[in-house]
Nanobody
């Protein structure tokens, strides 16, 4: 079983950057596809980015493509989300999630089995 712990959230001005980390416990991290999701108050949890178990394949939501970068270091059991040019609409609780390996990366929360507790990202205008 893998447990996930996010960190790196905080308050940043519009146009700024943050890097989120998600540390996983357990020896099977490298067998999972990983994803980042976010949930703003009053809204449903939405897909942000996903990465395959090897790191060779990534996929992004259109709203973050070209601003955010997902990566992973399997030796450190960690997945990252580098967020640049942040905007107030990026304000949300960000969650990392682990899902079974699939060739096509998944974008629905129901397709991921394990979740972290979330980290708050607030972007001021």
């Amino acid at each position: 079983q893998v447990m996930l712990v996010e960190s790196g959230g905080g308050l940043v001005q519009a146009g700024g950057s943050l890097r989120l980390s998600c540390a996983a416990s357990g020896r099977t991290f490298s067998s999972y596809n990983m994803g980042w999701f976010r949930q703003a108050p009053g809204k449903e949890r939405e897909f942000v980015a996903a990465i395959s178990r090897s790191g060779g394949n990534t996929y992004y939501a259109p709203s973050v493509k070209d601003r955010f970068t997902i990566s992973r270091d399997n030796a450190k059991n960690t997945v990252y989300l580098q967020m640049n040019i942040l905007q107030p609409e990026d304000t949300a609780v960000y969650y990392c999630a682990a899902g079974p390996y699939t060739l096509a990366l998944r974008v629905r929360p129901s397709e991921y089995d394990l979740w972290g507790q979330g980290t708050q990202v607030t972007v001021s205008s």
